[in-house]
């Protein structure tokens, strides 16, 4: 049979065709409200960290104790937070971020109402180091649950970008919501509305979170590594409670038997973290990354000398110059607007500058610290307005600085250590807040019961100086440029 007459019984089938990409998922419904949500988380802790700093003299003539006690109720928050955020972040690994979220926001907002209660100086610091506490379980889920809701990386960008100006305003308004309030002295409680600002917060975004927050998956198998918790608990214990507390003790033999305990038992714990099987606090990784631990160096001495040097200029004005709480909060607001025009042009600035910019930054801190010490020097008293150009020359610099900051230490990790690097970033941004407060408080404590107080912050702003030269030194140990911003400049 030749091929014209033969018939063919297979059936026709269509000829073949390329496979169809596989669809992209859907996107999470709730993701915008998943943003709104961690961004309120964020706005809390911003609010919670800031407004102390005003109402502390009031909180110490309504309950009394002495100057350490003024420094316990910042560094008793921001130790806590520090000591537990590396563990906070990790048992969301554990248990669920989701869970984890919820369990830190209920207690973070349950233990501000209870420190507008507390009857004494002593509860008002331990209300306080608890709200740290939860505050370091909410806090580090925020990031890892905004990846799980937004599954477009354009979109999540453009959810991240928000998170700047939004937690920006809080900071401008804070100083000044915390005067108002403590002034307006709202049905006789006076400071404790102040602890209040973030009950309604909370009040209105924990059902939100229940709702719209995604599940995500736990890792029972893992285990969370107690051994590394109690090391950097201690240690950090250790060095703080010494700093704070040895100025009213008189400097005994134990403030530096203590510190030495905690330089020890730091050592140890990072020798530890180094040789940890299993599941460590800190990827291993992390502690031979030489750009990171640069950064996070850089980041240890900038937020010790801002830190502390904030809380001793609410101190000088109203223990000092006898100004309100409103008057107090007032003299701050030069300080934030210029960190947030520095923050506005920093973006534009470090492509160009690279590592430069943060040189930068801090040059113009370090002019601004001097220009206020230049200004207190041989003075009997000194204005807001005195203030002004030296607050506005630091807050720039700050602003100039911490962002890239923080993005050129997440950009020298991989993307498996993003998580631990992240949590020890901003654990290291609580501690140096606490040893800031504890170290420059003593400095000026110390200078404000025999002299002036405007000898007093002058000594307090010339010290500044010293943390500012070393972060300078350090920023030479990090990379020229982002990693993803190497070959732009």
């Excluded at 033969?6 to 998943?34: C, E, F, G, K, M």
């Excluded at 925020?142 to 920006?168: H, S, Y």
């Excluded at 285990?223 to 008189?250: H, K, S, W």
């Excluded at 460590?280 to 640069?294: D, Q």
Aim: glycine fraction near 12%; charge should be positive.
């Amino acid at each position: 049979m030749d091929a014209s007459t033969r018939t063919d019984t297979a059936p026709i089938t269509a000829p073949p065709t390329a496979a169809s990409p596989p669809s992209a998922p859907a996107p999470y419904r709730l993701r915008w409200v998943v943003a709104a949500v961690v961004l309120a988380a964020n706005v809390m802790d911003v609010l919670d960290s800031t407004i102390v700093n005003v109402a502390g003299p009031s909180v110490h003539r309504d309950l009394g104790g002495g100057a350490s006690t003024l420094q316990w109720l910042s560094a008793g928050y921001t130790l806590a937070f520090a000591v537990l955020l590396i563990a906070g972040a990790r048992l969301g690994d554990i248990l669920g971020r989701r869970r984890l979220f919820l369990v830190g926001s209920a207690g973070f907002t349950v233990f501000s109402a209870a420190s507008a209660a507390a009857p004494t100086i002593g509860v008002l610091i331990a209300f306080r180091a608890l709200q740290g506490g939860f505050g370091a379980l909410m806090i580090p889920q925020g990031f890892g649950l905004m990846k799980q809701a937004f599954t477009d990386e354009g979109e999540f960008g453009r959810a991240l970008a928000v998170f700047g100006p939004a937690t920006g305003l809080p900071l401008l308004a804070a100083p000044l919501l915390a005067g108002a309030l403590i002034d307006a002295n709202l049905w006789g409680i006076g400071w404790r509305l102040v602890f209040l600002i973030n009950v309604p917060i909370g009040a209105l975004t924990l059902p939100l979170a229940i709702r719209a927050l995604p599940k995500g998956a736990t890792h029972p198998g893992a285990r969370l590594d107690l051994g590394g918790v109690l090391l950097v608990g201690l240690a950090l214990v250790a060095i703080i409670f010494p700093l704070i507390q040895g100025r009213t003790e008189g400097w005994p033999v134990w403030c530096f038997a203590l510190l030495a305990a905690g330089a020890v038992l730091l050592l140890v714990f990072l020798r530890y973290e180094r040789r940890s099987g299993g599941d460590p606090l800190i990827v291993p990784t992390l502690l031979t990354n030489r750009a990171f631990l640069s950064g996070i160096a850089v980041s240890l001495a900038l937020f010790g000398a801002f830190g502390g040097l904030l809380l001793c200029i609410s101190l000088y004005g109203q223990l000092g110059e006898g100004w309100s709480p409103i008057h107090a909060g007032l003299t701050l607001t030069p300080m934030v607007v210029g960190m947030i025009a520095g923050m506005v042009t920093s973006s534009a600035a470090v492509r160009r500058l690279g590592r430069r910019l943060f040189h930068v930054g801090i040059l113009l801190i370090a002019a601004g610290t001097a220009v206020l010490a230049l200004v207190l020097a041989g003075a009997q008293t000194a204005s807001s307005w005195d203030l002004v150009p030296g607050l506005v020359l630091v807050g720039a610099g700050l602003g100039a600085t911490i962002g890239q900051l923080f993005r050129f230490i997440l950009t020298s990790v991989s993307m498996d250590e993003v998580g631990s690097a992240s949590g020890v970033m901003e654990a290291v941004q609580q501690l140096s807040t606490a040893l800031g407060v504890a170290i420059l408080g003593t400095i000026f404590f110390s200078a404000f019961g025999h002299h002036l107080p405007t000898y007093a912050l002058q000594v307090t702003a010339w010290a500044c100086l010293a943390p500012l030269a070393l972060a300078f030194l350090l920023v030479f140990r990090l990379p020229a440029h982002a990693r993803e911003d190497e070959g732009t400049g």
